[in-house]
């Protein structure tokens, strides 16, 4: 299913959510639907803004059993990087991106170092540590060669955890091969435990985790 998870922390503490076809993103910017809480029976109307923060976080929460030293490939902005940032449980983080985003605001927390490289060409012997975690939003799908990545990246990361879109229909999914089937597959190559879920988030997303440890 293409549905995802939109909603609303009513103010009694209860979490409101349901299910849409279409991305907040997509919403008119008029855009205003009220609901209502079944726990204190208050009223509340979800406007565009609030509805995609909801969304945003909800898909940063998968990766809050992450810990130690992080390895995120395509931080871009770091919207996912200043998330991780603020889990007491991660020591630092280095991400990389083709774009040059190391001015900005969300990547200056003392835990973050940015490294500009291709994902394409990435050349891990110039990591100084190994990481506890791999982690990355919507990047694989832009990745033409993402066993040859899996196969550099697994000799440095001890664990996976990977959100991604694939619509092979969509004009921006450069590889049109990258299914969620064949990338487990990748990764299991690679990794010992693998699992593949498709979680309400967003459209087309799904939820890849993989560890070197055999469980």
């Not at 939109?6 to 849409?20: A, N, P, R």
């Not at 609901?35 to 803004?49: E, G, M, N, Y």
């Not at 001015?103 to 835990?111: A, E, M, P, Q, T």
């Not at 001890?158 to 049109?176: A, G, H, L, R, S």
Request: charged residues 30%.
């Amino acid at each position: 299913s293409s549905d995802l998870i939109v909603g609303y922390e009513c103010e009694c503490g209860e979490e409101i959510t349901f299910l849409s076809e279409l991305h907040p993103f997509g919403w008119s910017d008029d855009f205003a639907l009220e609901l209502t809480c079944p726990k204190c029976k208050k009223s509340h109307t979800i406007l565009k803004d609030e509805a995609i923060n909801f969304n945003a976080h909800k898909v940063h929460q998968v990766f809050d059993e992450i810990y130690g030293d992080i390895l995120e490939i395509g931080c871009e902005y770091g919207m996912l990087t200043n998330y991780i940032s603020k889990n007491e449980k991660v020591n630092s983080i280095t991400c990389v991106d083709i774009e040059d985003y190391s001015h900005s605001r969300l990547l200056k927390d003392k835990k973050i170092r940015f490294i500009l490289d291709d994902l394409e060409k990435l050349d891990v012997t110039h990591f100084d540590k190994k990481f506890d975690f791999l982690v990355c939003k919507d990047v694989l799908m832009y990745i033409m060669d993402i066993e040859k990545l899996v196969e550099k990246l697994s000799k440095i990361c001890k664990n996976v955890v990977v959100i991604n879109w694939f619509n092979k229909e969509k004009k921006n999914c450069k590889n049109k091969n990258a299914t969620p089937l064949k990338v487990k597959k990748i990764f299991a190559k690679y990794y010992p435990t693998v699992s593949l879920t498709y979680p309400h988030l967003y459209n087309y997303c799904y939820l890849i985790k993989a560890s070197k440890s055999k469980k």
